[in-house]
């Protein structure tokens, strides 16, 4: 198949070229690069080592025999977009090109102002495009489990049957989201819906859990970024980096809030399930795309465990939650729609987060270097007061239209 990935140079987005190369896919891909300027504003970068997008191009042809066709765009630069999509011609798109972070939406009002545009009027471009230039492809979009929040009920993969007044329906369950960016994917997800029954598109809606991993080769420019800052870095990347480099384990709060989680491989081999099985024309279907549901606390305390086979002492200090969460709440999400195509998963958690440990290790000193951006400074009921020296990108983009200015006057 030929599959355009939206968001190429991301965490997702470059394993899940490698990983659909291997399977003999044809992959082609668009980026604007964000990810490196936000992790870059956060004052952080990842833990292991990234190649330039040209540096991994060159080393995506060499392995994979084909080069990757790759466009430099924003998604919201709608002409580039559908010029893009007329030219590769997919006969599937996944939509990984998105803001990820929630503590990222939740600064201040710049940057939950940027976080919904960005994705929302990105994945409305997309919509359009596609519907002009490749409306048979199916559409993987990229959604996230806190699209739901804590119901105190089992939550259902998308819709449910309610029955009101003695009339019986089939709905979408609903969206508690619980940050500006969760919100961001929750308007995505109506506007997929929409797209699907006005166009004929069809789409998978993927509301994956919290992903964790890392992704190394022997060729370095193959590796996969991991961020381990307040924003982009997740919470079992986050205590594997801590661990590492000596410091405690910060889970937030009480710590017994719960997620679902996959690991990084559980996830590629999920969204390739999801991309060789499409869906009807005008179907918009729904996964829950999680492997394990654990406690912050759980998490904790099986990174400590790993780290026993290295001979790394590790303390767990919970923290003040930065966030507005609930703590102590249910959680029983299904998950059977990805079994069913026969998603299994692959090496279980401790072993996954050993092969972190040992992928992490030999990089602790840049760690170490930026351990400062492993406390959370984003408080989430009062976002003024957070002491993140961050630019808003009204002011960062004066910045760079003034730098561009000042390199024609030279
Ligand atoms: N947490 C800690 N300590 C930390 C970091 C996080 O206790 O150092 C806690 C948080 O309070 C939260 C949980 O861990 O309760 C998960 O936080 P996270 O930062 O790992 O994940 P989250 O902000 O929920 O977002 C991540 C991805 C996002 C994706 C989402 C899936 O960044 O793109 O949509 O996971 S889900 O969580 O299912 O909504």
């Known amino acids: 198949m030929r599959v355009f990935i939206a968001g190429v140079d991301g965490y997702l987005g470059w394993t899940l070229a490698q990983h659909l190369a291997r ?18 504003e956060m004052e952080s970068l990842s833990a292991i080592p990234i190649a330039s997008m040209d540096e991994r191009l060159a080393s995506f042809g060499e392995h994979f025999g084909k080069p990757m066709r790759f466009f430099a765009l924003d ?21 990984l090109a998105e803001c990820p972070s929630a503590p990222y939406s939740m600064i201040d009002f710049h940057h ?47 819709f449910f049957e309610v029955e009101y ?37 069809r789409a998978t809606d993927v509301m994956q ?17 991991l961020d381990f800052d307040e924003a982009f870095g997740t919470a079992l990347n986050r205590f594997c980096c801590q661990a590492v480099i000596g410091k ?13 989680f996959l690991s990084l491989a559980d996830s590629m081999h999920c969204l390739s399930l999801a991309i060789e099985h499409p869906p009807a024309a005008s179907e918009y279907r729904v996964f829950n795309q999680l492997r394990e549901v654990l406690s912050v606390n759980d998490l904790a ?15 767990i200090k919970p923290l003040d939650n930065p966030r507005v969460e609930a703590e102590a709440h249910h959680y029983r999400p299904d998950s059977q729609h ?46 003024r007061s957070h002491s993140h020296s961050v630019r808003t990108h009204d002011e960062r983009d004066a910045h760079e239209r003034e730098e561009a200015r000042e390199r024609e006057r030279t």
């Open 23 to 40: 399977q003999g896919h044809d992959v082609g891909g668009a980026d604007a690069l964000l990810r490196r300027i936000w992790v870059d």
């Open 75 to 95: 998604l919201r630069d709608h002409t580039a977009l559908c010029a893009a999509l007329a030219e590769f011609k997919p006969d599937a798109v996944v939509h």
């Open 112 to 158: 939950a102002d940027f976080v919904q545009h960005n994705n929302v009027s990105g994945t409305l471009s997309l919509l359009f495009a596609m519907r002009d230039h490749c409306p048979e492809a199916h559409l993987v979009k990229l959604g996230s489990m806190g699209e739901y929040g804590t119901p105190n009920l089992d939550i259902p993969e998308g």
């Open 165 to 201: 007044r003695g009339r019986r329906d089939q709905l979408p369950f609903p969206r508690q989201a619980g940050s500006w960016y969760h919100w961001s994917k929750v308007f995505d997800s109506h506007n997929v819906a929409f797209a699907c029954k006005l166009w004929g598109l």
């Open 209 to 225: 859990g919290v992903v964790y991993g890392t992704w190394l080769d022997t060729d370095a420019r193959l590796n996969t970024r």
């Open 248 to 260: 405690p384990l910060m889970p937030y709060g009480q710590g017994t809030q719960r997620r679902g």
């Open 301 to 315: 305390q099986l990174v400590r465990v790993a780290c026993e086979s290295f001979e790394l002492a590790v303390e």
């Open 338 to 383: 990805l079994r069913q195509l026969g998603f299994r998963q692959s090496l279980p958690i401790d072993e996954e987060i050993r092969n972190m440990i040992g992928d992490l290790l030999p990089h602790r000193d840049r760690i170490a270097a930026h351990a400062d951006q492993l406390a959370p400074t984003v408080r989430w009921r009062d976002s």
